[in-house]
C-alpha cells in the first residue's frame, strides 16, 4: 500500500541535513540524512519506524532528494543501501549519480 498523503520537509544545516516525512496520526517520522561532499550529498541513512512502514515513505523520501538534485544541480552518492538500490530501479536518475 502507498499512501502520499503525508508531508516531506528538508532540513538543511550546511555540511549536513535531512529529508524527514510527518505521517498524519503518528508521531513517528521517516528520514533521509545526507552529508556534503564537494558538491555532492552522500545519502547515508533512510530510516522509517515499523509504525509508518509499507507506506512509501522511504521512496518519496528519495524521490524528494532526487527532485532537488534536479532543481539545485547537486550530485548524489548513494551510499545507504535503500538510496542504491533506488538508483538501480531509476536509470532515468543515473547522471545524477556522483
Not at 528538508?10 to 533521509?32: F, I, K, Q, W
Not at 555532492?40 to 518519496?60: K, S
Request: charged share 25%.
Amino acid at each position: 500500500m502507498t499512501d502520499k498523503s503525508f508531508e516531506i520537509t528538508h532540513h538543511d544545516n550546511g555540511a549536513t541535513g535531512e529529508y524527514r516525512a510527518a505521517v498524519p496520526g503518528s508521531d513517528a517520522v521517516g528520514r533521509l540524512t545526507w552529508k556534503d561532499r564537494g558538491g555532492a550529498r552522500v545519502a547515508d541513512h533512510t530510516l522509517v519506524p515499523p509504525e509508518i512502514g509499507g507506506r512509501g515513505v522511504a521512496a518519496a523520501l528519495v524521490e524528494a532528494l532526487i527532485a532537488d538534485a534536479r532543481a539545485e544541480g547537486f550530485k548524489v552518492v548513494p551510499q545507504c543501501s535503500y538510496v542504491e538500490a533506488q538508483f538501480r530501479r531509476h536509470p532515468e536518475w543515473a547522471d545524477l549519480r556522483a
